[in-house]
Antibody, heavy 117, light 106 residues
């Protein structure tokens, strides 16, 4: 069974940092690009970042460019999101998702990040 | 950046047909994908590549895409279809979601 499990969320002060992780299982991890998508409380989905299967290409939404870094460790079947200079508007449930062609075929259950003083 | 526009809400009686639109500039030239999100749950893909269904998704879910509008159609709506629905496209190395539509089953 394909499974994605996020972790690492929590409460952090504005300007702080947090590292999210996503553990993947049930598929050949390095064959697939992976994404982070977030959802602020009561709001819609917002795409955050994408990394290619080999980790060589990364893309970011303008809202997080220069502050967030996506990475992966294919030997550990894991995806990461390093979040620096966090702002209150980064408060959201963060999902990792597996890309299939041009859509997101599998999603995790999300990890909650709260940025508050 | 590319913008996808969805109506905030759509209401339909059980057994009727719900149509949820997703507007974008020349969206017909792109592949559109649709996700269903029920309260407290992660999104689930219900239609990909405009009109294809993943395995396990009922035939009641269908999609179309032409011109400036893509449409998700849900036939014979059931109470269990009540959820938020999001369209999504890929544009210039960026992934774009619509604002979401809340489907209410009356």
């Amino acid at each position: 069974e394909v499974q994605l499990v996020e972790s690492g969320g929590g409460v952090v002060q504005p300007g702080g940092s947090l590292r999210l992780s996503c553990a993947a299982s049930g598929f050949t991890f390095d064959d697939y690009a992976m994404h982070w998508v977030r959802q602020a409380p009561g709001k819609g989905l917002e795409w955050v970042s994408l990394i290619s299967g080999d980790g060589g290409s990364t893309y970011y939404a303008d809202s997080v460019k220069g502050r967030f870094t996506i990475s992966r460790d294919n030997s550990k079947n894991s995806l990461y999101l390093q979040m620096n200079s966090l702002r209150t508007e980064d408060t959201a449930l963060y999902y990792c998702a597996k890309q299939i062609q041009l859509w997101l075929g599998v999603w995790g259950q999300g990890t909650l990040v709260t940025v508050s003083s | 950046s590319y913008v996808l526009t969805q109506p905030p809400s759509v209401s339909v009686a059980p057994g009727q047909t719900a149509r949820i639109t997703c507007g974008g500039n020349n969206i017909g030239s792109k592949s559109v994908h649709w996700y269903q999100q029920k309260p407290g749950q992660a999104p689930v893909l219900v239609v990909y590549d405009d009109s294809d269904r993943p395995s396990g998704i009922p035939e009641r879910f269908s999609g179309s895409n032409s011109g400036n509008t893509a449409t998700l159609t849900i036939s014979r709506v059931e109470a269990g279809d009540e959820a938020d629905y999001y369209c999504q496209v890929w544009d210039s190395s960026s992934w774009v979601f619509g604002g979401g539509t809340k489907l209410t089953v009356l």
